[in-house]
């Protein structure tokens, strides 16, 4: 059963930085993609980025584009999302996902197994 641990998330001022961290165990195969959703109070969970992780190559929506990165450490079975120039609207509990079918996506529904999640609080 694959696991997801994340870790990293706080209280920050709008413009700060912040990298999550999502150490995934319990696979003896490695998940094909790995990605970063997350939740506002009374929004629903959208994707914010994705990592295939056999190449590394990257994916992310247009609004998350160029303010973060998602990165992997394969040694340590661990992936990052580093966040920067945090807004307000950044608030939002942030949830590391995995899935083995193939095909790029940030649909939620498509993501097999979850962490628990990590607040993110931006304020101004």
């Known amino acids: 059963q694959v696991q997801l641990v994340e870790s990293g998330g706080a209280s920050v001022q709008a413009g700060g930085s912040l990298r999550l961290s999502c150490a995934a165990s319990?696979?003896?195969?490695?998940?094909?993609?790995m990605a970063w959703f997350r939740q506002a109070p009374g929004k629903e969970r959208e994707g914010v980025a994705a990592?295939?992780?056999?190449?590394?190559?990257?994916y992310y929506p247009d609004f998350m584009r160029g303010r973060c990165t998602i990165s992997q450490n394969n040694a340590k079975n661990t992936v990052y999302l580093q966040m920067n120039n945090l807004k307000p609207e950044d608030t939002a509990m942030y949830y590391c996902?995995?899935?083995?079918?193939?095909?790029?996506?940030?649909?939620?529904?498509?993501?097999?197994?979850w962490g628990q999640g990590t607040q993110v609080t931006v304020s101004s």
């Open positions: 996902a995995a899935k083995f079918a193939l095909g790029w996506s940030l649909i939620a529904g498509e993501y097999n197994y």
């Open positions: 319990g696979y003896i195969y490695r998940p094909i993609f």
């Open positions: 990592i295939f992780t056999g190449s590394s190559e990257t």
